[in-house]
């Protein structure tokens, strides 16, 4: 038998049906993947920036999606998020407190009410943020519950930071994370995933050993968000990573009464509830409480070392914080929140826009003002009837310009031992992470649509009080 040819065989390994079939779907995802990973730039025109169309592998799925029986993600049905967040834990749905309850019926309500319409990224994004926080408040008060002690777990002077959205509060975070010598920052995959989840547990957790598995579960969920909000220039807005410390609200999350959830969505109905204390004072407590617990559950692990949190939401929140987690320390910072403010509107936009077919961008505007101007009342009438020694304020003009000189300051102020490269670590940290790293964020009155007279005006008392740190 005489011998084939090597390029016979190279022939026909090429023109082979299951060759062509797999290089098709290869070139294809390759071809998806490069159009879902680029990141859209942004103007100050808003409204155009939203408009503009998802990439057409994300449109795609959409209509498949569309296509199939039955709806996927359900996220209108707030029986059915409990039942399924139950399912997650393992545990019993008659677990949840009534205010858990009451807190997610809220938002499903809001959901119909409002006449929101989610497309697949947001159904989804939205459906594994509720269902897998609610599946880790059941595990943590579960754990709690079988383990009394944990109740009794010191919290080692938690050092928080809060300020109005978009004043520096992240990248204070995360410089203070990196440079404090008994720093426990909590990264964003902790948040989610303070316990393990039950799918996870067992022969799974043996093998891939330690917070591995709950880590790849964070990363596969995430880049999935991140490829659709990348449309509207989000790391350019905000850069968030699984593995970087990250903001308290996914954890405040588990309790179902979470400024997140309207971050996500426009359930304007559910943020009015949120903005009035008589109605939501006691469920936002809970979700407080619910955190506590869970920053039990990891100290009790390490009971040396001090967490390093921070989260905007705070600031409208500071007399629950303060009452829950009064072992704590918080750092506020200070810009002009007319400009804050206009910079949240936009990014709180570009995050609703990213999961919704229709946004009503306008009136998700003037919601972002009407919050941001209660939460800086809120912070004010605070600090001007407490006179509370746990609570540094901090520039945020001195945080761009003197910002090792900062960390210094508030190390020494507040008795926070420093690691000895404190400087070469910031210097470091600053050059990958600097202002404008990501991408720049545009944003202008004129291109949202409103008044700087306006703005303001909805915070003239704030700049008064805190003048001396704007």
Partial sequence: MGCVSPYLNLKFLISSPFTLGIGTVAALIGLCYSEMVKVGPTSTNLGNDIAMPHAWPLRAIDFLIKLSPGTMWDVFDADALLQEGAAIAGLSPDLFSPLVVESISKFCDSL??????????????????ITSGLSQYLLVHHHAKHNPKVTEVKLNKPLIVAGLPRSGT???????????DDSMPIPLWQHFFPRVPRALEGTLEKWLGGDLPRRMLMHVNFFAWKFVANQYGMDSVHMVR?????????????SGACVLLWNLAPVFEYSDWLLDPKASKAHVQHAYETYRLSLQLLQAEDPHRRFVLKSPDHTGNIGILRKVIPESVVVV??????????????????????????LNWRRSIQQVLKKDS??????????????DPNIYHVSYKQLLSEPIRLVKDIGDTLQIPMEDDMELKLQTYMISHGQHAHGKHLYSYEGMEVKEEDFDRAFSAYKTFFQRYL
Avoid at 243 to 252: A, G, I, M, Q, V
Avoid at 347 to 356: D, E, H, P, Y
Wanted: charged share 30%; proline share 4%; net charge positive.
């Fill in 333 to 358: 910072t200070h810009r002009d929140p007319s400009k804050t403010s206009l910079s949240y509107c936009s990014l709180n936009t570009r995050m609703q826009a990213a999961g919704c077919h229709n």
């Fill in 170 to 180: 992240t990248h204070l975070h995360r410089l203070l994370s990196e440079v404090t």
């Fill in 112 to 129: 119909k009410s409002d006449n929101v319409e989610l497309n697949w990224a947001g159904r989804k994004n939205l459906h594994f943020i």
């Fill in 374 to 387: 209660r939460d800086a009342e809120v912070m004010m009438e605070y600090c001007r009837k407490k006179d």
């Fill in 242 to 254: 699984p593995d970087l410390p990250d903001e308290c609200h996914f954890s405040l999350r588990m």
